[in-house]
């Protein structure tokens, strides 16, 4: 618990973390002591995992950021008041935009930031800044599955329907995703499939959700690392060479059947086995039970990280949503496709307008209409709006260069950890003119900056986060604000008012909201008729709000001009990095239960910390005996464009030909200084899971 002074209170709200956003009830008693208990909700039922549980540690830290810490003529960040800080950034500002023109100073935003965070940031760009260039790290969560289906639905909300759908199931495909890990609470949904025998996970390891399916609960297939999209065509070509699609439904619903057909005509399963290493029976197997799952009352497809975070990450996600339209389950009552979200406002931050291809409401930038609604909102010119800029792979590959982005404004992102080749951004952030970093705690990526400001987190101020499913909840302030710490929208008020942008920024957040709500309506992301006061009266929220919200998406329609879904065929695509020397061993990355993304907040809470304290990274027994590595053994794992320094854990839970290491960690332990800064091109997402490396023992070299 907490310690922090003021009047006892108790506030309803959600976990400062993932994206399943639990409710827990914070109570700050007379001491100032502050506690946490789970509390009833859909996606929780009042469960919590050790993150919810220890999230008030984070609440009184002594390394909190209070003051905004000025770099002087020596390097040395100094405290300086907050006049000075917003003039040195207004001049910064000035200075490089005079130089280079607007578009070289950049904002870099974050998934876990609350929607009016996410709104008022993209209109700060856009408004204040007048540059395109600003977009957010969600490029490296959720772009893949977005893009994906946005063009099959003309739709993007991560589950078009409430997790507690998935309870009736009696089969779940749960490709790429390890809930069992990084959202607990969630395996409550899986019950149903379980007893059915029906979970079927796809994970080139056993990882906590694959051991969900031990004991008849269902199957697990362990694919070669980057071979889901051919994994995926080879289903598909068992249920169309079958006769397993649902002709009914593709004939009312969905265009592009004779297209998909021949585009998986070559796929049968003994050439998919060849690729993905699993067996041909098994892909058989596995086409024939989401069939009859289909026909039987419950049958989900739902994607993860695991197959999205590849070059091919649009198609992979593409070709699960094929599948499920040629089974019919999409906007079906008892079936689906979905992607489970990762951070805590994946999908809010989404769809607000800090991405560099949209405005407000999911709206395309390019569509003169959505210019023009967004313009009258913010009481602009349409022609003031900047046009797209670049996704965040291109747009930090430019951070530094002298035509590029001379000055970073980052607000709740640690890209030093969690983008790709970690090792070259850095050496870009360096080469800025100006960077500032706003942030709690002094992250990886802060310790950049010739600037940081200290900003409110979770506990300390209002707002809204859009869950998962679509469903968007209240935040709720238990803690007095630190110091001198200020919310993000008091940030970009008082900038925008010193830059003298020509639309007024609202500080409060149920007006930020406001808002926000009507810069969305008409959008795809249509947030109008949801307010405060509906949210405090305990309403359910899912956008669109008609009446009393949409639950479930894709009924009667899906989001294309003509109301029908799009089969988009895909192709198996090459690896992007060249299979190197030595092991040849491939890298997957990937999340522990003890911590949160960069790791920024879970490594700072200390129970969690004691419990995962060191990037350990998996080998099988076979491949490190060959390696003459033991297990604890110290080790560095080399790719072409760094080297990360771990430890070793033995597992046969992973393939011989493949390791692990989770991406909290920060510096020398960094899995992103190994991952190539190439992206997929329709979504931006980077290539996170396949890259080359050879691992050595510390002692050997
Ligand atoms: Fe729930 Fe996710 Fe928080 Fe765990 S981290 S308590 S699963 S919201």
């Known amino acids: 618990a907490g310690s922090i002074a003021g009047e006892p209170l108790m506030v309803d709200t959600h976990c400062p973390y993932c994206a399943l956003q639990c409710a ?6 007379a ?5 946490v208990a789970g509390r009833d909700f859909p996606t929780n039922r009042g469960g919590l995992c050790r993150k919810g549980w220890t999230s008030p540690e984070l609440l009184h830290r002594n390394d909190r950021l209070t003051r905004p810490l000025l770099r002087d003529a020596a390097g040395i960040p100094r405290p300086v008041s907050w006049d000075r800080a917003y003039q040195v950034i207004v001049d910064n500002i ?13 904002v870099f935003g974050g998934g876990g930031l609350t929607n009016e965070k996410a709104y008022l940031l993209g209109k700060f760009a856009r408004v204040a800044l007048r540059t395109a260039m600003v977009d957010y790290n969600g490029r490296f969560c959720m772009s893949s599955a977005a893009a994906a289906a946005n063009r099959a639905f003309g739709v993007d909300r991560g589950l078009p329907f409430p997790v507690s759908d998935l309870d009736d199931a009696n089969t779940i495909m749960l490709l790429g995703s390890n809930v069992a890990d990084t959202m607990p609470p969630f395996t409550q949904h899986l019950t149903g499939a379980q007893r059915a025998g029906g979970l079927i996970v796809v994970d080139p390891r056993v990882s906590a959700t694959a051991r969900l399916t031990a004991g008849g609960s269902g199957v697990h297939l362990q694919p070669a690392p980057g071979t889901d999209l051919e994994l995926l065509l080879g289903i598909t070509h068992v249920v169309l060479t079958e006769g397993l699609i649902n002709n009914d439904y593709l004939d009312r619903r969905a265009n592009g059947l004779a297209g998909l057909r021949r585009s998986v005509a070559d796929l049968w399963p003994e050439r998919v086995q060849s690729i993905t290493g699993v067996p041909a029976a098994t892909i058989r197997e596995i086409a024939r039970r989401l069939a009859w799952a289909a026909d039987n009352g419950g049958c989900y497809l739902l994607t993860g990280r695991g197959v999205e975070q590849h070059v091919n990450g649009t198609d992979t996600a593409t070709a699960a949503i094929n599948l499920a339209l040629l089974l019919g389950l999409p906007g079906s009552p008892d079936s689906g496709y979905g992607t489970l979200t990762g951070q805590g406002n994946g999908q809010g931050g989404r769809e607000h307008g800090q991405k560099s291809d949209q405005l407000p409401g999911y709206r395309k930038i390019t569509d003169p209409a959505a210019r023009r609604h967004v313009a009258a909102v913010w009481g602009i010119d349409p022609d003031r709006l900047p046009g797209p800029g670049l996704p965040a792979v291109q747009l930090l590959d430019r951070l530094g260069r002298p035509d590029g982005v001379r000055m970073l404004m980052v607000h709740g992102s640690n890209l030093v950890i969690s ?8 050496r870009r952030l360096d080469d800025l003119d100006f960077l500032v970093v706003s942030d709690f705690f002094l992250s990886e990526t802060a310790r950049h900056a010739d600037l940081i400001l200290p900003v409110l987190q979770w506990a300390e101020e209002d707002g809204t986060m859009t869950t998962l499913e679509g469903r968007v909840v209240r935040r709720r302030a238990v803690s007095p604000p630190p110091g001198e710490a200020k919310s993000e929208l008091e940030i970009l008020h008082d900038l925008s008012r010193r830059l003298g942008a020509p639309s007024p920024f609202p500080t409060r957040p149920s007006e930020v909201f406001d808002e926000l709500a009507r810069a969305s309506a008409g959008g795809v992301a249509d947030y109008s008729g949801i307010d405060y006061p509906l949210l405090d009266s305990g309403a359910t929220a899912h956008w669109p709000y008609v009446d009393a919200g949409t639950p479930r998406l894709f009924g009667e329609r899906f989001g294309t001009a003509d109301g029908r879904a799009e089969l988009v065929p895909v192709r198996p695509t090459e690896p992007v990095d060249p299979v190197a020397t030595g092991t040849g061993l491939t ?7 003890e911590h949160y993304q960069s790791g920024a907040q879970t490594r700072r809470v200390d129970t969690l910390n004691a419990s995962a304290p060191r990037a350990l990274v998996q080998i099988h027994p076979t491949t490190a005996a060959g390696l003459g590595i033991g297990d604890g053994d110290e080790v560095l794992v080399d790719s072409a464009r760094g080297r990360a320094r771990c430890w070793a854990e033995l597992t046969t839970g992973i393939r011989p030909d493949t390791v692990f290491l989770p991406f909290h960690y920060p510096d020398r332990s960094t899995a992103n200084r190994l991952t190539p800064a190439v992206a997929d091109p329709t979504s931006g997402m980077p290539e996170f899971k396949t890259a080359r490396v050879t691992v050595f023992r510390v002692a050997a070299i």
């Open 94 to 106: 000035c200075r490089t935009q005079q130089r280079y023109g607007n578009d070289a100073v950049a």
């Open 31 to 35: 001491d100032g002591e502050i506690s």
């Open 419 to 426: 983008a790709p080749d970690s090792t070259a951004l850095e």
């Open 24 to 29: 827990m009830t914070l109570t700050r008693d």
């Open 587 to 593: 890298l997957i990355t990937g999340r522990l239960l």
